[in-house]
């Protein structure tokens, strides 16, 4: 099932949304059948008035919009001074709200921006100097839309090896991939793809390419008809590209994951699933409210389930601060390669979150009850449920405890 978004529409929520989130959701009343307006902005509307979202409760689709074009947030992952310079921690804690801000409204929007700016931050860190630095610089000036394709359907979703290779012709490089998942691939202006070094080339000797779409033809390979985000829109495609050499990012794959590709991803989608919880809490807490209010003030059997819901949900949200101020620190410290410790932690904050969303989600439908099962009532839990089942699947936590297993047995403390 196919989102109906604009390529304009989604970067707007992905490139500018840094200094634009005043969020709000538009929902249906179950009784008078008017479109209710409510913000979830948790108190940004006043910093940032500009980006406004409205979800489609039915999971469908996922419709963004901005009014604003005074600032983009690509300049806030891109704000190295200096090819030297680390990026700067404050960026950190502003895409992390934001992307938490987008989950709790619509958390196939959350999941654009957080993939967006995985790349967006790679670039930042590994791609602002030498030959690529130009097509950064533009990317940063244009606002342009990143998207990624970094499985390949020969290798699953072990994203450290790739069959296909890139192939250097004078000042031109040529590449075919056939990924299973281009996430709004049809709606990005790049696509960074991994890739071998060359033909020649180890599986695990893998570069980034930053293909434009302009140089790049994606033929469509399977559908996007899945439970949940279903707006991210993200069937496989077969990519086909021949584009500029000095589009070849100048550091190793391995590098890029580990230092920032995967912390990054990793913080952000932890944010996006933590407004997931968020947004399913405040339904619970909205449900109880009503009981209590017709109970005329006596207690509630739902208050007791409230208040263990309460801890939960406090325990996620300490874990993703937990995570994202250690990523924060590391990209501060300007330290070329992250310590066995600090990858074992950023795998433990995704495993820890990806469970603990669905834990919250499905505490917090017991609380609703069925009100929260129908897909017809304002306390519907429906879309929620969906989408926090995906978040254990998108890169197995399986594979990463495996990827655990093996670091622990270098890792002295």
């Not at 008809?225 to 589009?247: A, E, K, Q």
């Not at 190793?252 to 997931?276: F, Q």
């Not at 254990?392 to 297993?405: E, F």
């Amino acid at each position: 099932m196919r989102a109906s978004w604009t390529k304009r529409a989604v970067a707007a929520v992905c490139v500018r949304a840094a200094f634009h989130c005043n969020l709000y959701t538009k929902t249906r009343d179950g009784k008078t059948g008017n479109t209710v307006t409510s913000c979830i902005g948790h108190g940004l509307c006043t910093r940032f008035p500009g980006l406004k979202i409205t979800p489609v409760e039915n999971g469908s689709t996922s419709s963004v919009w901005t009014s604003s074009r005074s600032a983009n947030a690509l300049h806030v992952a891109n704000a190295r001074a200096r090819p030297s310079a680390p990026v700067p921690a404050f960026a950190f804690p502003v895409l992390m709200t934001i992307a938490r801000a987008l989950g709790a409204a619509c958390s196939s929007a959350g999941m654009v921006f957080a993939m967006h700016h995985t790349q967006a931050l790679s670039l930042a860190r590994h791609g602002s100097s030498g030959a690529v630095a130009e097509v950064t610089a533009t990317i940063a000036a244009n606002e342009s839309l990143l998207a990624s394709a970094t499985t390949e359907i020969t290798t699953g979703g072990d994203v450290g090896s790739s069959t296909c290779a890139i192939v250097i012709d004078g000042d031109e490089v040529s590449l075919e991939k056939n990924a299973p998942v281009i996430s709004y691939g049809m709606y990005a202006d790049y696509i960074c793809a991994t890739a071998r070094r060359g033909p020649e080339s180890a599986k695990s000797d893998q570069v980034l390419l930053v293909c434009p779409t302009s140089d790049t033809t994606l033929e469509q390979t399977s559908t996007w008809d899945v439970l949940g985000f279903r707006g991210t829109c993200s069937p496989g495609f077969l990519l086909s590209t021949r584009t500029s050499r000095s589009h070849v990012v100048p550091v190793d794959y391995a590098t890029i994951v580990s230092a920032t590709m995967l912390p990054a991803s990793h913080s952000l989608w932890a944010s996006v699933w933590l407004g997931i919880a968020d947004a399913a809490v405040r339904k619970a807490r909205t449900a109880v409210r009503q009981a209590a209010r017709k109970a005329g003030g006596k207690p509630v059997p739902q208050a007791g389930n409230l208040a263990e819901l309460t801890e939960l949900h406090q325990r996620f949200e300490s874990t993703v601060a937990q995570g994202v101020a250690r990523f924060a620190d590391f990209a501060a410290s300007g330290s070329a390669e992250p310590t066995i410790g600090f990858t074992i932690a950023m795998n433990n904050l995704k495993l820890a979150a990806s469970t603990e969303v669905l834990d919250v989600v499905i505490a917090a439908l017991k609380i609703v009850g069925l009100n929260g099962y129908r897909e017809d009532h304002p306390l519907s839990l429906g879309r929620q449920l969906r989408d926090a089942f995906a978040p254990q699947l998108m890169v197995s936590n399986d594979r990463i405890r495996q990827n655990n297993a093996q670091l622990v047995l270098a890792y002295r403390g």
